[in-house]
């Protein structure tokens, strides 16, 4: 590897299994500090026991307020936190007449507001860090969507918006 991310510090939600997992082990590989966030407490530490020392596992409901200022202070304990990575999504086949507003709120508060938590809180350490980049992951169902994605495409449009606004540039 080319060593591009040496010295950063990443937080990566929704990380301990699949596409987060993934980006997590490029990252270490590449030289960054990864804080593996997720959920799933046995396969987010079994990640970051993976990686090895340039990981941690923190507990983290992107859509809890309080559970991510958690991951900022352990990102934080690592050095000053460069990146963010919003992957954290969960997906419900379900109609619109089928859809429950628990269910369709359940889809919007992890995929959107939990993304909106995440750039919302790393604003101000990226500041004190000197800058960084926050990276949200949406999907193409956030431009087009099929039946049974009310939610899931809802999500990932307002995803797509959000990394629009202008007052994400930090540094």
């Keep these: 590897m080319s060593g591009r991310l040496d010295g ?4 990566i939600t929704g990380s301990a299994r699949g596409q987060g997992a993934a980006e997590a082990r ?3 590989a590449e030289g960054a500090q990864v ?24 507990h983290l409901d992107v859509s809890n307020e309080d559970d991510w200022a958690n991951a900022i202070a352990v990102a934080e304990e ?16 379900t109609s619109i007449a089928d859809t429950t507003l628990d269910e369709y709120m359940l889809v919007i508060g992890i995929n959107q507001v939990g993304t909106f938590l995440g750039m919302r809180s790393a604003i101000e350490p990226m500041k004190r860090a000197g800058g960084g980049s926050i990276i ?5 169902d956030g431009i087009g969507s099929k039946n049974g994605l009310v939610s899931y495409s809802s ?3 307002a995803v797509r918006s959000m990394t629009k606004t202008g007052e994400m540039v930090i540094g």
Excluded: C, H, Q, T
Excluded at 46 to 54: K, N, Q, S, T
Excluded at 136 to 140: G, K, L, Y
């Design 35 to 58: 804080v593996i966030a997720d959920v799933l407490d046995e396969e987010g530490a079994a990640v970051a026991a993976e990686i090895g020392a340039a990981a941690r596992y923190v």
């Design 78 to 93: 690592m050095g000053p936190l460069n990146v963010v990575v919003n992957n954290a999504a969960i997906l419900r086949f």
């Design 8 to 11: 950063k510090v990443a937080i």
């Design 136 to 140: 949200n992951i949406s999907s193409i």
């Design 155 to 157: 999500s990932k449009g």
């Design 26 to 28: 490029l990252f270490a």
